[in-house]
Structure formats: structure tokens, C-alpha cells
């Protein structure tokens, strides 16, 4: 298992300085990213189990060939299915915690199925950053602390695009917001990437000139939350 843990690298655009008189901070958003996670055998075998639950879900709402999936797919509330992938982000949680300065208190795993077999370019259609919470502020009792990804596809990739985009955090007058600055993770087979659930994020446009199911961008999307008491 190869660990590596990171700070949002800058990809700035270039803006005019704005005539105010506030001042907004850049805070860079820290990841961690582990390849190799659960062994070639495994991750092939979780994905053709992903794959088999995706298309039983799809039959279940009424499309019964493979030709009437959708462009992007999303079985929610996988984690009990899945029991390896569970058992892995459980084991690594400790650690990621501990690097990502984000305490999580009786950690909860939960995570869905994800598929990507064409995200458009065009940027008035590609789907906008979001984050999983919106982090702690008066009032919030948002349990979600840390967000995490493990991408799966078919060898060699079908694909191409579906960098998962981490956006870094500007802060202005007490309000958090996008930063222009972000750090693109490779959807490589069997890699696992942890971030604060309060960051912005963005899967970048997929195309599979196949138009096939197997050659589409697979991810298990989870989080880590506090446990409720």
C-alpha cells in the first residue's frame, strides 16, 4: 500500500486585485491518498460485485438492458453489501483522522456505488463543485467530518477524464467559499483518497468511447461520521 498525503497543489487563474478593503485567506485543503488498497484480486472482484448491484438496481427502476443505463448512476447505502471495503476504511480511519486533523468521534462508515460513463465538457452542463457538509458553525448538527472515494474501473480503462477536482477554501469576511486554487486526483484502479467533508469538490467530465457499462468511471462515495448518541 502506497501512502501519500498532500496539500491542495495551486492551479491559480490570474484575477485583478479587487479594490476592498477585506481580505480573503486561502486555506489549502489537505487529502490523503493510499494506492493499492485492497490487492488486485479484491478490487476486481469488489467491482464486478459493484457493477452486479448497480444493474440490479437499474432492472429494479424499470430498465431492463444494459444499453438504457444512464449517463451517471448512484446506488446509495452500499456499506453493509460491501463488508471489505468497510473493513479497510474502518482500519485506516484512525490514521486518516490523525492526518487530516479532523477528529471523529465513534466513526460511522457509509458509502454508495457511483458510475460516470459521460460527463459533458461543456461547462454550462458539467456538474458544479458541492460539498458533503458544511461543516461546523451555530446550529449545525451535521455528523459528517471526512469524505472519502475509492475508484474502481475495468483494465485497461475504458475512459477518459474523471479526475475527482479538490477545491482549497477561501475565507472572506467569515464566509467560506471556492477557492480558485484545487488538486485533481487520478481515478486509478483500487486508490482510495480521504478529504474534509466541508471541502468543495467535482468529478471532471467522463467520456467512454465505448458507450459500454464496463468502461464507465466506477467510485464507492463515503463518509465518516460521528455516530449518533
Not at 456505488?113 to 446550529?139: C, I, K, Q, Y
Request: charged share 25%; proline share 10%.
Amino acid at each position: 500500500m502506497t501512502e501519500i498525503v498532500g496539500v491542495a497543489e495551486a492551479e491559480r487563474a490570474s484575477a485583478p486585485p479587487r479594490g476592498t478593503a477585506s481580505t480573503a485567506v486561502t486555506l489549502a485543503t489537505q487529502i490523503c491518498r493510499f494506492d493499492d488498497v485492497l490487492g488486485a484480486t479484491a478490487a476486481d472482484r469488489l467491482l464486478e460485485e459493484g457493477c452486479h448491484a448497480l444493474m440490479d438496481e437499474v432492472r429494479g427502476r424499470g430498465a431492463g438492458a444494459e444499453a438504457m443505463v444512464p449517463p451517471t448512476w448512484r446506488c446509495a447505502d452500499q456499506a453493509d453489501r460491501f463488508p471489505a471495503l468497510t473493513a479497510v476504511v474502518t482500519r485506516l480511519a484512525p490514521m486518516v483522522m490523525t492526518m487530516l486533523g479532523v477528529p471523529v468521534v465513534d466513526p460511522r462508515v457509509s458509502f454508495g456505488f457511483t458510475m460516470h460513463n459521460e460527463l459533458p465538457p461543456d461547462a454550462r452542463r458539467e456538474e458544479p463543485p458541492v460539498r458533503d457538509s458544511p461543516g461546523p458553525g451555530p446550529g449545525s448538527s451535521d455528523p459528517h467530518r471526512i469524505s472519502f472515494i475509492y475508484h474502481l474501473h475495468r483494465r485497461p480503462r475504458g475512459f477518459t477524464g474523471g479526475q475527482t477536482r479538490i477545491y482549497d477554501t477561501t475565507v472572506r469576511e467569515g464566509h467560506p467559499g471556492i477557492a480558485e486554487s484545487f488538486r485533481d486526483v487520478q481515478p486509478d484502479h483500487d486508490s482510495l483518497v480521504f478529504f474534509p467533508s466541508d471541502a468543495w469538490y467535482q468529478v471532471r467530465p467522463v467520456a467512454s468511447p465505448s458507450a459500454k457499462l464496463l468502461d464507465s468511471r466506477f467510485a464507492f462515495h463515503g463518509r465518516l461520521s460521528a455516530s449518533a448518541r
